[in-house]
């Protein structure tokens, strides 16, 4: 299976539909090994939350939603093994170290970083890094 790191932004339209959606979903479909940094939890949890306080969703889908994110067959590693790598990559790209720990999860893995956040995506995608990172929806 092919190793694909995945972000919150990802994560949430497994569950809250918009655009590229679809192509989100078909992470799902049993072709990829889907990886994470521990923070991915507490950062769709605060989506949810956000979904949430906007009335769009009650507390009780709310909870409902994190108990199935929970499911997901989402290997998780910890931030701690990836940390010195994010430093460094955040202080050479300007990037937070939040969004570096995804693009050191993905050097390690030897994977590719699917995320929805095209400032992101834009802002690596003339050096080194854009080879581990892609746009959800846009293909290569």
């Known amino acids: ?8 932004s990802v994560a949430a339209k497994w569950f809250f539909p918009e655009e590229h959606s679809e192509a989100a979903l078909r992470l799902l479909d049993g072709k990829h090994r889907l990886l994470g940094p521990d923070l991915i939890h507490s950062e ?18 709310a909870a409902e939603i994190v108990q199935q994110f929970l499911t997901l067959p989402l290997e998780i590693h910890g ?14 790209t300007g990037r937070t170290v939040y969004d570096s720990m995804y ?11 699917v995320t929805a956040d095209e400032r992101l995506v834009n802002a690596l995608s003339d050096g080194p890094l854009a080879r581990h990172v892609r746009l959800l929806g846009r293909r290569k």
């Open 1 to 8: 299976m092919k190793p694909v790191v995945v972000d919150a």
């Open 44 to 61: 769709f949890g605060n989506i949810t939350w956000k979904i949430h306080r906007r009335g769009l969703i009650t507390a009780d889908e």
């Open 79 to 92: 931030s701690e093994s990836l940390m010195a790598t994010a430093v460094e990559l955040a202080m050479t």
């Open 103 to 113: 693009v050191a999860l993905a050097i390690d893995q030897e994977a590719i970083f």
